[in-house]
């Protein structure tokens, strides 16, 4: 079902990221809306355009009642064709592809369905034949998705403040913190920005999903180049451990982030206690940076759910939205499901 928005109600559209003036409504917005992220970031947009090979669009919604035409919403469209089908799609290695908002939406807004969220579905329903996205944490009242009759799916992930006045080992397992403090000196952890780092984290993740009898999103050397493109951007750090008895790296990770918040992004280790006492580490790290949040991203794998647990992070809800306005994209989407 299409919604169909008041006239009263804020108008969206399409905006063109090569407009500088778009580009600096696009940075205010991340500034102030709760649901910014790095995934979020043009940057980052632009990064999986040129390494990934998807195009994207962007959508917002300007405030009609303010002077200068506030960006008040807005959205970023992955784009990946199939056929004549315009699809939008969530980008490999990526958490998070959020709508974001600011001022919040009102619930009286939602409730009358003339909230920004409604203009950006009814745009986006026009446009594309099916569309997807994994919002962030903080959008969860779904309802305007329910009501337009989007498929809504509950996912996990699991988040640690990064507190400064107290010791960043407070909240872990007891088990996880004496392995820490018993290989520390034995893994040092290094901090080293290289075509190698970023090769070495794609392989290692590249292994770990074989462990897990898993494959990868994306092969090792995409995901070298998209983690080294993003740590060029300053979107990402790279920290990496060295088993210095055999002197080789034995784990890595590649943490995206921005000012406030760091996100578990490309990992990878080999069995033992490497990546215990590279995440010690670079959480440590983090800390000192002044950062204040570390994303675990999902916690939808039983055995890497419980690894993380033992760090003390706490456990939270989002959501996928799924869409598609063609019955055929329906019977694609549940061939795919099969697979």
């Known amino acids: 079902m299409t919604v169909r928005v008041s006239a009263a109600s804020p108008r969206a559209t399409f905006l063109d990221p090569a407009d500088e003036a778009v580009r600096r409504d696009w940075a205010d917005l991340l500034e102030r809306s709760e649901q910014a992220t790095p995934f979020s970031t043009l940057a980052y947009a632009e990064a999986v355009r040129d390494v990934l090979g998807l195009d994207y669009r962007l959508a917002g919604v300007y405030d009609n009642d303010s002077d200068g035409e506030r960006l008040i919403g807005g959205v970023l469209c992955y784009e990946k064709p199939l056929g004549p089908y315009r699809r939008v799609v969530v980008p490999p290695l990526t958490a998070y592809t959020s709508f974001l908002f600011d001022p919040p939406l009102r619930e009286t807004d939602i409730n009358h369905r003339r909230s920004p969220l409604d203009a950006l579905i009814e745009l986006l329903e026009e446009h594309y034949h099916a569309l997807s996205f994994l919002l962030h944490p903080s959008l969860s009242d779904v309802r305007a998705f329910q009501w337009a009759g989007w498929q809504v799916t509950p996912r996990y992930t699991q988040r640690l403040p990064l507190d400064t006045s107290t010791e960043v080992h407070a909240g872990w397992s007891s088990s996880t913190r004496r392995a820490f403090r018993k290989h520390d000196s034995s893994f040092p952890v290094e901090t080293r920005a290289s075509e190698r780092t970023a090769r070495q984290a794609a392989d290692l993740c590249a292994a770990s999903y074989a462990r897990h009898d898993d494959t990868p999103p994306l092969p090792p050397e995409r995901m070298a180049a998209f983690a080294r493109r993003l740590q060029e951007t300053g979107l990402v750090r790279f920290f990496r451990v060295r088993n210095q008895k055999v002197n080789e790296i034995e784990g890595a990770l ?72 063609r019955p055929e994209m329906h019977l694609l989407d549940t061939v795919r499901r099969l697979r």
């Open 254 to 325: 590649a943490a995206l982030h921005d000012e406030d918040a760091a996100y578990y992004w490309l990992v990878g280790s080999r069995p033992g206690p490497a990546m215990t006492v590279l995440l010690g580490a670079a959480l440590r790290d983090l800390v000192g940076d002044g950062l204040s949040q570390f994303d675990f991203v999902g916690a939808n794998t039983p055995s890497i759910t419980e690894f993380k647990r033992r760090f003390g992070p706490e456990l939270i809800s989002y959501f996928r939205v799924e869409h598609a306005t």
